[in-house]
């Protein structure tokens, strides 16, 4: 079975720092990867996916993704975090109509 | 104009106690999908129906029923609560079962068994 995982349990950065978070994935095949920000008290809401072709993937607020198959990984990046991006991110990777997510990582940026 | 709607918001119940979480989506979407979030914000499919029909059956106990009136609908019965029930339960939905679909989230129902 496909897992997910995310190693980064709690980031903390001041604004304007770049943002590296890790994901990687355990299935060798096709697969369908999406990372997904669940804001406080709020639901999950897509930031971006990946499927095929460009391994770089741009997504909302200008976070972006990079695709890398030989390290089974898909990690989130943005160049300047804000303080507004605090918030829980999860990495998550469809297989068979399901999502398996990993286990989020905790992102609070100090103003 | 909510995409994924779910109610009640927050449920506060005893144990032995049998509670419904009722969700609905207006996106004309075919799949839809029930998750549970624990304490450890850890996210888990319970299930998924397509159309009406149940495609996707985690390892869930059987207190937990999920009915689909119409594909817009998807419910959720837990019978006889525990302690351990305590958690954010998720609806999402999604066009198609399909493994490229993007699923989108309701905004979650805060269950706690007391």
């Known amino acids: 079975a496909q897992s997910v995982s995310q190693h980064n349990h709690h980031v903390i950065l001041s604004e304007a720092a770049s943002l590296e978070l890790g994901c990687n994935y355990s299935?060798?095949?096709?697969?369908?990867l999406f990372w997904y920000v669940q804001y406080p008290g709020q639901h999950l809401q897509l930031l971006l996916k990946y499927f095929s072709g460009d391994p770089l993937v741009k997504g909302i607020k200008g976070f972006e993704a990079e695709f890398i198959k030989s390290k089974f990984s898909f990690n989130l990046r943005k160049p300047s975090v804000q303080w507004s991006d605090t918030a829980e991110y999860f990495c998550a990777a469809n297989q068979g109509g399901k999502l398996i997510f990993g286990q989020g990582t905790e992102l609070s940026v100090k103003p | 104009d909510t995409a994924v709607s779910q109610t009640p918001k927050y449920l506060v119940t005893q144990m032995g106690n049998d509670k419904s979480i009722k969700c609905e989506q207006n996106?004309?979407?075919?799949?839809m999908y029930w998750y549970k979030q624990d304490s450890k914000k850890f996210l888990k499919i319970m299930f998924s129906y397509n159309n009406k029909e149940l495609i996707i059956n985690e390892t869930v106990p059987n207190r937990f029923s999920p009915k689909s009136p119409d594909k817009a609908h998807l419910n959720l019965h837990i019978n006889s609560l525990e302690l351990g029930d305590s958690a954010v339960y998720f609806c999402?939905?999604?066009?198609?079962?399909?493994?490229?679909?993007?699923?989108?989230f309701g905004p979650g129902t805060r269950l706690t068994v007391l």
């Open positions: 999402a939905s999604s066009p198609s079962s399909g493994r490229r679909d993007t699923q989108y």
């Open positions: 996106l004309g979407h075919d799949t």
């Open positions: 299935y060798g095949g096709t697969v369908n």
